[in-house]
């Protein structure tokens, strides 16, 4: 059993639904006499309040059924005329069915109406084939929608706070964790979680194509980077003095602070610039370079170095300013739909500045890959409604549309949840069946028995059967299904069999395409898109160590990122829907994809930032520090190499480590080069733990830097 909460959500859905179907069903078949429009009333509340996942407020929800519409009655009136034979019915489900589950890519609304919009072309789909229907068909769809439309708004769902508004808590929590000692390590941790969007309703979720919520996901992702980076900073506090660092921090501050005024009002955005105008200072006063020597530093007197401590907060430091940098920049983009002044670097906000039509293409393009769990997903989806229809077209089954149902309601992404729950389900539609039965020969052809039933069966069977499970609620839609076809044409308890014969028909179609369509879900594909996105991110270390090993600063050609955005994009899809893959997969012993996607970002941002403001060593590009710097890159792309191939299944022997300088100034090489793969080294040990038992110690490739982990 759910909890209060959950219960009282699914008895507001089933009160919404059964009022809806009551006003539309009744009026239309006893006062109108026009069972075509009443069936269709009927179906169309359940088609867009149950069988649709449609998130956000009543509002919301509403808003969406009605722009919803026209297109349903669209695919209503193009299942009307490809009902004229199987083989035509067959290519428009096919097509239909592929379009409307593709259409998750463009977000959680357009996936959530999915499965309503097909129902709506099934139900017309299937013969006789009456063009002359159609007017009645489309009434019913219109009446049905707009009643569920208008109890949304009566009876709605509570609201939750907006995307906009999460972000701007998180900032201050960040604006306050910029001091040290004003909040703890796991207050931070823990504000950053919540912005996670598992933790997100649907509705508030930016995962729409346009600039707008693009910008929004990508600064989420930079708020809970720049909390952990805070967090990591205050249990790492030196205790020696470092003023630079301490204005750095007030104004990463106040940065944060105006970030998050900016976003709920959309006013008195932060200075353009200031923030990346207080990093360059910041760089500049760390070590100024003369001739390759080090003359003014921001702690001792000239030529002395800081300790080794407030050299690695400093880069720490400049790391999460330009986290926050990237906040200011998508807040930003986010507000004004575009960036008011160029957004760098480039690579990083590539959507900025391209048409919504653009953006679109490259969201679809992106995804039409068969490593697209999304693409994966409308395959499978379309041809299991397709075979379904050939099927109930071609044995000629009687309510054939009830197996294209069972389809659509009981496939799941993968094979073992599929049959978990085509067992429940049959089970289920057995007692429903059984009980169907003998209220259809017990009352006979008493119709104002029947209508009286309805509702209260749709009542209770609406709101017990997300409660109680999929079996309850097969069988309270049987008994529904039974009440309702009764009043429309004289039946008898073989209408239950019909109904049992499709269903089951449905359900070995459904387990047929998990078996033969991708029968692991994500979980193999989450594997190959971690795999891909290591191997992608790990080429960008050697050129970036040797952008901030070669002078003059950016001599040297900068890694191209595009690949490895795209690669996290597929990665982070994948991961998401191996999350919802039930049961426990979430809960599962193996690989630590999100410490995947976590090193995956640090690769990223580390080849965003440190050509740009990393310290570079004052020997340049001899010395043996420089020498270990740059074999060190190399060897961290091989070892991302190596944990991507482990990934996979295969197994790779470790290289040995670098051997590294005995002793060497800090100052001889870039600390903050030194941080960033140090704390790599320190993440792939991690995921290979999480992979195979620890076999060495110490981070590949950086004995005894452990203290330097950023």
Not at 149 to 157: G, M
Not at 407 to 431: I, K, P, Q, Y
Not at 499 to 512: A, E, K, N, P, W
Request: aromatic share 6%; net charge positive; with cysteine.
């Amino acid at each position: 059993m759910s909890t209060g909460v959950d219960r009282s959500a699914a008895l507001r859905k089933a009160a919404r639904v059964t009022l809806a179907v009551s006003i539309g069903f009744y009026p239309l078949l006893y006062a109108a006499e026009q069972p075509i429009a009443a069936l269709y009333a009927l179906f169309a509340p359940i088609a867009f309040g149950l069988l649709s996942a449609i998130p956000g407020s009543g509002r919301q929800r509403a808003s969406v059924m009605l722009c919803a519409l026209p297109a349903g009655l669209a695919l209503a009136s193009l299942g009307t005329v490809l009902a004229v034979n199987t083989w035509a019915a067959v290519g428009g489900v096919l097509a239909v069915g592929f379009l409307l589950t593709f259409a998750a890519v463009a977000g959680p609304r357009p996936a959530g109406t999915g499965p309503g919009l097909q129902l709506f072309y099934i139900l017309a789909c299937f013969p006789p084939y009456d063009p002359d229907s159609l007017g009645a068909r489309l009434l019913g769809l219109t009446t049905g929608t707009l009643l569920l439309a208008a109890w949304e708004v009566l009876l709605p769902e509570p609201s939750s706070a907006s995307y906009r508004e999460r972000l701007a808590r998180a900032l201050e929590t960040a604006a306050a964790g910029a001091t040290p000692g004003e909040v703890t390590p796991e207050k931070l941790r823990r504000a950053g979680s919540r912005l996670r969007l598992s933790h997100i309703p649907p509705a508030e979720r930016p995962a729409g194509a346009g600039r707008t919520d693009r910008a929004l996901d990508q600064a989420g992702r930079s708020v809970r980077r720049l909390l952990e980076q805070l967090a990591t900073l205050a249990e790492a506090t030196p205790r020696a003095a470092d003023e630079a660092s301490t204005a750095l921090l007030g104004r990463v501050a106040a940065v944060c602070t105006a970030c998050a005024r900016f976003l709920r009002t959309g006013s008195h955005p932060p200075p353009a610039g200031a923030l990346e105008e207080a990093m360059r200072r910041f760089q500049e006063e760390r070590v100024l370079l003369v001739s390759g020597a080090p003359v003014r530093l921001v702690s001792g007197p000239p030529g002395d170095l800081p300790p080794t401590a407030v050299l690695q907060r400093q880069s720490r430091v400049l790391a999460l300013a330009e986290s926050a940098r990237i906040v200011e920049v998508t807040a930003d983009i986010a507000v004004n739909d575009g960036p008011t002044a160029p957004a760098a670097p480039r690579d990083l906000f590539w959507y900025a500045e391209l048409s919504t039509p653009r953006l679109w293409a490259h969201r679809v393009l992106g995804n039409m890959t068969f490593r697209s769990v999304v693409f994966q997903n409308a395959v499978r989806t379309s041809l299991g409604l397709a075979a379904a229809r050939l099927v109930a077209g071609s044995f000629d089954l009687a309510h054939g549309f009830w197996v294209l149902l069972a389809v659509l309601t009981l496939e799941r992404t993968t094979v073992g949840a599929t049959w978990r729950t085509v067992r429940l389900s049959v089970a289920g539609n057995a007692v429903g069946a059984l009980v169907a039965g003998a209220l259809l020969t017990g009352v006979g052809p008493h119709t104002d028995v029947y209508a009286a039933l309805l509702a209260p069966a749709m009542l209770v069977g609406f709101w017990l059967g997300p409660l109680l499970g999929i079996a309850f609620a097969q069988g309270a839609f049987t008994l529904v299904v039974a009440t309702a076809f009764a009043q429309l044409s004289p039946v008898t308890w073989r209408l239950s069999e019909a109904r049992m014969i499709d269903v089951v028909t449905g359900s070995v179609i459904g387990l047929l395409c998990g078996l033969l369509a991708w029968p692991a879900g994500a979980r193999r594909e989450v594997r190959r898109a971690m795999a891909g996105l290591l191997r992608s991110c790990g080429g960008m270390v050697p050129p970036t160590a040797e952008t901030l090993l070669t002078p003059p600063p950016g001599s040297s050609a900068q890694p191209q990122t595009l690949p490895s955005l795209h690669r996290l994009r597929l990665a982070e899809a994948a991961y998401a829907q191996y999350r919802s893959e039930a049961p426990g997969a979430s809960e599962e012993t193996g690989p630590d994809w999100h410490s995947v996607l976590i090193v995956a970002n640090h690769m990223l941002m580390g080849a965003y930032r440190l050509p740009r403001f990393g310290l570079r060593p004052s020997s340049g590009t001899t010395g043996s520090s420089a020498a270990w710097a740059r074999a060190t890159a190399t060897a961290m792309e091989a070892e991302a190499d190596r944990i991507a191939s482990l990934l996979t299944g295969r197994t790779v022997p470790a290289r040995p480590p670098v051997p590294q300088p005995g002793d060497y100034p800090p100052a001889s090489m870039s600390v903050d080069l030194e941080v960033w793969m140090t704390s790599l080294g320190h993440q792939f040990a991690r995921i290979e733990a999480s992979v195979t038992p620890p076999s060495r110690p110490g981070a590949p490739g950086l004995p005894g830097r452990s203290d330097r982990e950023s």
